[in-house]
């Protein structure tokens, strides 16, 4: 048996910084790495630590990766001091995904905000590549400034596809930064938006804050509790199940979730912390 | 078989010589005077005279000899050595086997927990005497061993009955044959064996019987966490019960090499600490000291239960004997236990109340 915690070195190929605080490594694993889409992988730095983050490029390519991070801590700090052609080290991929078979011939809403987006957006990737598949896909996104904004070149490019609906709102525009789409905490968006939401399913992700009163929000639209997807965010150390920080009662985020349904979930302690 | 407790240490000694081909490493306790006290420490046996198989379990777990406190499991760096260790009492071994499920199964395998695992003989042995922290008869353990070893050692007079419980303990039972006198076991000895177990499982259960047993451990969840807040108070979340706990096997896993090599290093962490599930950018499942000092017995009595098919406590009581601020876990599970309920649970979830005060 292979050694769980074997590390895949990485070459950096491309960086685009997304935002003040948010840069997208592109990556190319010394050998492929095959993934689904929900996913995470750990991102060494090279005698520095690792941390979990979910791949956000689609899971159809397996030769180069890209992994969005937020700068808020002490690797995801050294993070935003590589540069290209550095090497980063990569375990994984751990944990359960998006079932996409139970998108199909379906509405689906995808809910984001701030770097909540990074597994969005490989969620999105996917599902376009096969897009007949999926009846329509609303995705909504969120960002606290038009600065905050990630992914920027994605509006224009997302919005091509006929089946595809993407809106955008800022929580505030500061003074002198303009923005000419929706201002209001992304969850103010949910009332525009018009599916039948008895039998289709929602994905949500971002800060807890966001995804507790979006996943409350989207219940009182409807969606049934089987059919709201979460990804939860808590510490996954190891990937496999064995370090149990990400315990929430008796599941793992890393190995039972990061995917997991809120009716999976919802008496767990600590679910929003 | 029957052997003269002299003979087995004759033989443990002999096969722990470098020219023995047995053995490359033979770790028992060792008895010793610490203040007032005569406690147990697991130790590699050379020329001391103090071993000691009998006796309660060890002050440090064995968990220890099988995952290190600090191992680098990549690249793997731990090596097979053939060892025996002897004098294990069935709380350690029973933790054993809530290892082995976790850190041995079909999603994942720790590489150096196995290579110490399958390098090691095991050699269990009743318990002849109790600690004062003492209480597996609490959480369904018993003071000896009936699976999990390879061979079993159980007292009676000056003479050990021998039970083999492995493949590998049947080689060693016959390669001990050759060496010693053996006497096979008769209903005279079957009945000491019994009437010793049932003497030592007697003197558990009557240092415990103002406690409450596991089966009732399920109403912990329930409890007021007001309730947990008065039981932490002396606590300082130093995390020596969860570093000392037998099954207890969280880990922080750390990146130590290069600018262009991978090393991964793996150390204990302690859910005590308040660092260890906060997550980037600061949040925490459990900001406060109560919250993780509740989270620990939930762990042993809800959460560990639900992913290994056993309870996460084998009552040796080293969480109350190592903790600095005295606190007796049998008296918390008590103290919770017998609180007035909560008040009605709050629609905003068992938390809410904790919340509120952040």
């Known amino acids: ?273 | 078989m029957i052997i003269k407790v002299d003979d087995v240490m004759a033989f443990l000694r002999s096969s722990a010589l470098a020219e023995s081909d047995l053995f490359k490493e033979v770790i028992l306790p060792l008895r010793l005077k610490v203040g007032d006290k005569e406690v147990f420490f697991l130790a590699r046996l050379d020329g001391s005279d103090s071993y000691f198989l009998d006796g309660y379990r060890a002050v440090d777990p064995i968990k220890v000899l099988f995952y290190g406190a600090r191992e680098q499991v990549f690249p793997v760096a731990a090596k097979p050595v053939r060892r025996l260790i002897a004098g294990v009492k069935a709380c350690d071994l029973k933790a054993l086997q809530l290892l082995d499920r976790a850190l041995i199964n079909k999603d994942f395998v720790d590489p150096a927990y196995k290579v110490w695992r399958d390098s090691t003989t095991i050699l269990s042995v009743d318990c002849t005497e109790a600690g004062p922290a003492c209480h597996c008869t609490l959480v369904g353990g018993k003071p000896y061993s009936e699976e999990g070893f390879d061979l079993n050692l159980s007292r009676i007079g000056d003479r050990y009955v021998l039970k083999a419980g492995s493949e590998k303990g049947r080689e060693l039972l016959d390669v001990i044959k050759c060496t010693t006198e053996a006497v096979d076991v008769d209903a005279q000895a079957e009945k000491a064996v019994l009437e010793g177990r049932a003497k030592m499982t007697e003197l558990v259960q009557n240092q415990n019987s103002d406690f409450r047993r596991s089966e009732e451990y399920t109403g912990l969840r329930g409890g007021d966490l007001s309730v947990w807040g008065q039981e932490s108070r002396q606590c300082v979340g130093c995390g020596a019960c969860t570093n000392i706990c037998p099954t207890c096997y969280c880990l922080i896993l750390n990146e130590e090499g290069g600018s262009d090599t991978f090393v991964k290093v793996r150390s204990y962490d302690s859910c005590q600490w308040q660092g260890y599930a906060r997550v980037a950018g600061g949040a925490s499942p459990r900001p406060r000291m109560r919250q993780r000092f509740r989270n620990r017995y939930l762990c042993k009595f809800l959460y560990m239960p639900s992913n290994f098919q056993t309870l996460g406590c084998t009552g040796c009581g080293r969480c109350t004997e190592a903790c600095p601020g005295q606190i007796d876990f049998r008296t918390v599970v008590r103290d919770v236990l017998e609180a007035p309920p909560p008040e009605p649970e709050n629609p905003l979830g068992p938390n809410a109340q904790e919340r509120r005060e952040i």
């Open chain 1, 1 to 273: 048996m292979s050694n769980p915690y074997e590390v895949i070195p990485a070459t950096i190929y491309d960086i685009v910084q997304e935002s003040p605080l948010i840069r997208t490594l592109r990556l190319r694993p010394d050998r492929p790495i095959r993934f689904k889409t929900g996913q995470f992988i750990e991102l060494s730095i090279p005698g520095i630590g690792e941390g979990p983050f979910t791949p956000s490029s689609s899971h159809f390519v397996s030769d180069v990766m890209d992994v969005t991070v937020m700068k808020t801590g002490f690797v995801t700090e050294h993070v935003h001091k590589v540069r290209v052609g550095d090497r980063v080290g990569l375990r994984g991929p751990f944990g359960t995904w998006y079932p996409l078979e139970k998108f199909e011939g379906k509405d689906l809403l995808i809910l984001g905000g701030g770097c909540g987006l990074a597994p969005l957006r490989s969620l999105f990737l996917t599902l376009v590549d096969e897009i007949q598949k999926y009846k329509s896909i609303t995705f909504l996104a969120g960002a606290k400034t038009p600065a905050d904004c990630i992914y920027k070149q994605a509006a224009t490019e997302w919005q091509r596809y006929s089946r595809v609906r993407f809106v955008r709102a800022v929580d505030a525009v500061p003074a002198g930064e303009s923005w000419g789409e929706d201002v209001g905490v992304v969850t103010t968006l949910l009332p525009k938006v018009s599916m039948d939401t008895s039998a289709n399913p929602a994905v949500v992700c971002g800060p807890p804050v966001m995804m507790k009163f979006g996943t409350f929000d989207l219940l009182n639209m409807g969606f049934r509790e089987e059919n709201i997807y979460l990804s939860m965010e808590k510490k996954m150390y190891c990937g496999f199940g064995q370090c149990r920080h990400c315990v929430m009662g008796r599941y793992y985020a890393c190995k039972d979730g990061p995917v997991f349904t809120y009716a999976q979930i919802k008496n767990e302690e600590g679910l929003w912390d």
